[in-house]
């Protein structure tokens, strides 16, 4: 894991008054999800499902697959390690920025790594076994269609497609791969449910892949990986009739106003993102910097993300909060950028 994730406020030395850092959603249906999980707190006097029965036919319903091609594993990042460890000493490609648990499963499973910053690339640098993309992508919000997707599968049938798809129930219409699954054998895909329900702490995600990959993951997968409270809220979570959706429309369009009103600031980069998040770049100063004013003048917490493979010192993101807050974090980014550019730098390439 790299030093300075989001959501990272352990150890803070200043007041927190708003983490922008986060691009989970703070869904109005949480509070319910946890009056439930209160509910069910005897569940942890007995070992969990080692098989997660009931959630995986859950999924089954939801995508018109079997149980077959699921696996329920605790939160997404598990996922990405259980890939690795199958597919050991393979040849991975990683489209990049990239959340950095692609690369640090792959390393520690002895993969040999390249990094592309477009699939088109792929087909100038030597074959690979397996292909990470995250869709839409952490940091920049990137976000491929299912027909540019499932045109690379065609193209590339000994590939492994590996589609980390955390985000994109956070991104304006969007359309999952999921089902596609039972048509494409050289398809992996990914899903989580900390990301739209704000639940990263409970660790609960699945794994959508042909049943022979799914065979090949069990063997590395621990026995009780999933604990019983997790199972139980994302079976609460498929049971729900609908997802929020006024809530999250209302987040997206503070996201897309902010983007263009932070556009609009002098030495100041904003990378298009159909997501509740994106990533900006300073050209005449440091994100570590900005990042430390805006939390000890102001409370505002930001995603320093220069260590993102590929970015540079003045790259951050940031996710949209309400529009109060959302208001007050781009006066105080203007005051905060007009403060420190004139005394800080770094050299260009």
């Not at 249906?29 to 439930?36: A, H, R």
């Not at 029965?53 to 077959?68: H, I, M, Q, T, V």
């Amino acid at each position: 894991m790299i030093n300075g994730h989001g959501n990272n406020i352990q150890g803070l030395q200043h007041l927190l008054k708003a983490d922008f850092s986060t691009n989970v959603f703070d869904n109005p249906q949480t509070g319910d999800l946890l009056d439930y999980l209160q509910t069910q707190l005897r569940a942890i006097r007995n070992y969990p499902d080692s098989e997660c029965r009931l959630l995986r036919e859950k999924l089954a319903d939801k995508f018109n697959l079997s149980p077959g091609y699921i696996l329920v594993t605790s939160g997404s990042t598990e996922a990405f390690y259980l890939l690795a460890h199958a597919f050991q000493k393979q040849c991975s490609a990683i489209r990049t920025p990239a959340f950095a648990e692609y690369e640090d499963a792959c390393t520690l499973y002895n993969h040999q790594i390249l990094f592309v910053e477009d699939l088109n690339e792929l087909n100038n640098v030597k074959p690979s076994d397996l292909v990470w993309i995250g869709n839409p992508n952490n940091p920049d919000g990137r976000y491929l269609r299912p027909q540019q997707l499932v045109a690379f599968l065609e193209q590339n049938p000994k590939r492994l497609l590996v589609v980390d798809e955390a985000y994109i129930d956070l991104c304006e219409a969007a359309e999952s791969m999921a089902s596609l699954v039972g048509q494409h054998q050289n398809l992996v895909v990914i899903k989580s449910f900390t990301k739209l329900f704000a639940i990263p702490g409970i660790r609960i995600g699945y794994l959508l892949a042909h049943p022979q990959i799914i065979k090949k993951l069990q063997a590395c997968h621990m026995p009780w990986a999933v604990n019983a409270l997790a199972l139980k809220a994302g079976e609460y979570i498929l049971d729900l009739p609908e997802q929020p959706t006024v809530a999250l429309d209302h987040r997206l369009q503070e996201s897309k106003r902010m983007q263009a009103e932070l556009a609009q600031v002098a030495g100041f980069r904003v990378f298009p993102s159909p997501t509740n998040y994106f990533l900006c770049e300073l050209e005449q100063a440091t994100a570590a910097e900005l990042k430390k004013q805006l939390l000890k003048r102001h409370g505002f917490l930001i995603r320093d993300a220069s260590n993102f493979r590929g970015l540079r010192p003045g790259h951050f993101r940031v996710a949209a909060q309400n529009k109060t807050l959302n208001n007050e974090f781009i006066h105080a980014l203007k005051a905060c950028i007009n403060a420190i550019q004139p005394c800080l730098s770094y050299p260009s390439h």
